[in-house]
């Protein structure tokens, strides 16, 4: 009888052995899939990382710049629904005039930037920082336009951090 026990409880180590190494390699995949999607954004936009600079200050398109400023702004509330994200693809749509593949595709690159830059609240920082070398005070219009419809597309309240937010874009921008 014990032996028989052993050798179903080796039957059932060996199953969920065996269950998280496909898990595992599904999840490889899965990440694998999400790099390929972010590095395949970044070659149609014509982003290059540059040696020794954070990924910020390689941009070169201040489009991806808006795009990732106003995700950073969004996130800035907690995870942002698909309604917003809708709105916020919508609203990239009609103030920047790009597709909705690309605003799609700004938007993955935006996420990783977010990423590299360690949260939403540095992220808006520095893309906006390097919006204005980009562009100048031309693209304070945009900018604001695209976080207003993300406003009124969710929580009607903003947050403490997006308040802090606007009034650094203020600063920077030199809007009193």
């Not at 600079?53 to 400023?69: E, G, K, N």
């Amino acid at each position: 009888m014990p032996f028989i026990l052993g050798l179903i409880a080796l039957a059932g180590a060996a199953y969920i052995w065996v269950i998280r190494a496909r898990n595992a390699a599904e999840i490889t995949h899965e990440i694998s899939g999400v790099a390929s999607d972010v590095m395949a954004a970044a070659r149609r936009f014509g982003f290059r990382r540059r040696l020794n600079t954070h990924p910020v200050d390689s941009l070169d398109d201040p489009d991806i710049a808006v795009a990732s400023a106003a995700l950073a702004f969004l996130e800035m509330s907690g995870l942002p629904t698909t309604e917003q994200q809708n709105a916020m693809i919508v609203s990239l749509q009609s103030h920047l005039t790009m597709s909705h593949d690309k605003a799609q595709e700004a938007l993955i690159l935006g996420r990783w930037l977010i990423v590299e830059c360690q949260g939403p609240v540095p992220a808006f920082a520095r893309m906006a920082k390097r919006l204005y070398k980009l562009k100048g005070a031309g693209s304070f219009e945009p900018l604001l336009a695209v976080l207003h419809d993300i406003a009124k597309s969710g929580r009607t309240v903003l947050t403490e951090q997006q308040k802090d937010a606007l009034a650094d874009l203020t600063r920077l921008y030199r809007i009193t």
